[in-house]
């Protein structure tokens, strides 16, 4: 079932030229079709999307290909179109500079995030966002809690490649007085090499505009993508898996799984009510099985050696073994790694604390299945994705401020659960996290202000005199739509130490989680005996009145 988001309201000027509908649309009938603008992309492109459109458009006559009645609109009415309607208002690179945040504002003030991620021998990896917030509200998203604000058209999904491509330009360009960290100055390869479909919003919700963009991504004559560089991720609308399985097969599709039951999954991914697992499972088989049909006569191609580090990962674990070709093939299953927190890092002298353990007791009434991160989760993944074609990438819970108290388990704990999954003979790795000090990571992206980001201990400042902020609660932008009226008291809810005692007393809290399975079973005895209880005394009450 797709999401119908709020409508944005389309820009009356100028129009994009990377929006190649409205450019169509704004030229009179017989004078543009796609083919012609395509080309006219391939030339801003060529000419590295320059802001004077009057010179550009003059350079145009005379080209090869495209009708003289078109470069005549083009340059009578060049005040009328922009190269980019988009533009970077925030950029913030993590404490080391391995990871850059990019805020940026649209033509109507709303704003996506975008990240630059680096990685080794020059590989660079762009997340794009693909709407404006999420309808998704999975439990560990920070996005979901925005609530949907609109899809992005396939311009602005391109412009995000635009903005992100000048900034590893400006670090190669970089003088020796620059502020870019000096070991990304003067890098080889500033070229954008991996596109992942994993920033804000579910791509498949906005499908059309989506595929026009990774089309756009894959032209050889623009962004000139492999293929295999090219990743859309979503939680599983499975209508527009069985499109895109039959309009691009050939790139990569994750989904992000996150739970091996049923039940399980509809506590964390609550549209997944819709999609039955084994529905799921079965349009990914699909994707897989057109993806190994399509014969690819791309000469373009390489079989380069691509790492399993090519999204965000765990800085304290190592690198996996680069992937086989045959492994190129296969689909991704995204798991979010979490657990529920136990009492150690309450604060008991706070009301609000004390709403929390509520919360957890009354929520631990209702586990169906055990956490996520359970050893129980992980045989029974690996039954699910043992026979079939994937690779099942474990993500570290990235720290948010979302309704549900989640932790990250252990490393230990990660990569026990990754040696249970391995062991049914399916490709498990488990992803390096990248630019969680500067809310950057998977599920973290949430349309920080850059007051939250200088208040937070996540800023490109505090990110390297506080790098151990690990475990404090993201402050973060709520959505204006559902939380108007609570600004006074999220001022409060959102309060996170700011000196390095506060952060020493926090970090030396003891670790109280093997306290949380003893606690599990006397909160459900009890209450079966107060359910017991209170049943025979209404039995002894009534017998008595008769």
């Known amino acids: 079932m797709t999401t119908s988001p709020k409508f944005r309201l389309p820009p009356s000027q100028p129009i994009g030229l990377l929006d190649s509908k409205r450019v169509c649309q704004s030229m009179p009938p017989g004078v543009c079709d796609d083919s012609q603008v395509a080309l006219v992309q391939q030339l801003l492109h060529k000419a590295k999307y320059p802001l004077d459109l009057k010179i550009f458009f003059a350079s145009l006559s005379g080209r090869k290909g495209l009708k003289p009645a078109l ?18 208002a925030v950029v913030q690179t993590s404490a080391d500079a391995s990871t850059t945040k990019l805020a940026i504002e649209l033509y109507d003030n709303e704003r996506i995030e975008t990240v630059i991620m680096r990685h080794a021998h020059s590989r660079n990896t762009i997340c794009v966002s693909s709407q404006v917030g999420c309808a998704m509200q999975c439990s560990f998203c920070a996005t979901g809690t925005l609530g949907i604000r609109g899809n992005l058209s396939r311009g602005e999904i391109v412009e995000q490649l635009v903005h992100a491509t000048r900034i590893l330009d400006q670090e190669g360009n970089a ?24 920033g804000m919003g579910e791509p498949l919700n906005n499908y059309i505009n989506v595929l026009e963009a990774a089309k756009c991504m894959l032209d050889r004559r623009i962004w000139s993508l492999q293929y295999h560089h090219v990743t859309i991720s979503t939680v599983g609308v499975i209508p527009n898996m069985r499109r895109l399985s039959r309009d691009l097969p050939q790139v990569n599709l994750a989904l992000s799984l996150h739970a091996p039951f049923q039940e399980m999954r509809l506590r964390i991914v609550p549209t997944a009510k819709h999609y039955p697992l084994e529905d799921l ?10 993806s190994l049909q399509v014969n690819d006569h791309d000469p373009r191609r390489k079989q380069t050696v691509i790492h399993e580090d090519e999204k965000k990962e765990d800085t ?18 995204e798991y979010v790694m979490c657990k ?6 309450c604060n008991f002298d706070s009301k609000e604390n004390y709403t929390i353990i509520i919360t957890l007791l009354a929520f631990i009434l209702f586990l169906v299945q055990g956490e996520t991160s359970s050893f129980d989760c992980a045989h029974e993944l690996g039954r699910l994705c043992g026979r079939r074609n994937v690779v099942v990438n474990l993500i570290p819970y990235n720290p948010t401020n979302v309704k549900d108290p989640l932790q990250c388990p252990s490393i230990d704990h990660i990569l026990k659960f990754q040696s249970i999954v391995a062991s049914y003979g399916c490709w498990c790795f488990v992803r390096r996290t990248m630019g969680q000090d500067i809310a950057g990571a998977c599920g973290q992206l949430a349309n920080l202000s850059p007051h939250d980001i200088e208040d937070g201990p996540f800023g490109s400042t505090n ?15 709520t959505s204006s739509l559902t939380n108007h009226n ?12 700011q000196s390095d005692a506060e952060l020493e007393i926090v970090s030396s809290m003891p670790d109280l989680s093997h306290l949380i399975l003893p606690l599990k079973a006397a909160t459900a005895i009890s209450f079966v005996c107060m359910v017991a209880t209170t049943f025979f005394h209404l039995h002894s ?3 008595r009145s008769k």
């Open 71 to 88: 470069v005549e609109h083009l340059q009578e009415h060049y005040n009328e179109y922009a190269t980019l309607t988009s533009k970077v």
């Open 175 to 198: 003088s020796p007085s620059d502020p870019t960290p000096q070991h990304l100055k003067g890098r080889n390869n500033h070229k954008i090499r991996n596109v992942v479909f994993m």
């Open 281 to 290: 499972m079965d349009a990914l088989d699909n994707h897989m099985k057109m």
């Open 316 to 333: 304290n674990m190592q690198d996996p073994p680069p992937q086989s070709k045959k492994m190129k093939k296969r689909a991704m299953i």
């Open 340 to 345: 529920y927190c136990s009492l150690v890092r």
């Open 463 to 477: 990110a390297k005199s506080k790098p151990a902020a690990a475990n404090v609660k993201i402050k973060r932008k």
């Open 486 to 497: 609570s600004n006074s008291s999220q001022s409060k809810q959102h309060q996170v130490p």
């Open 541 to 543: 009450k009534s017998k």
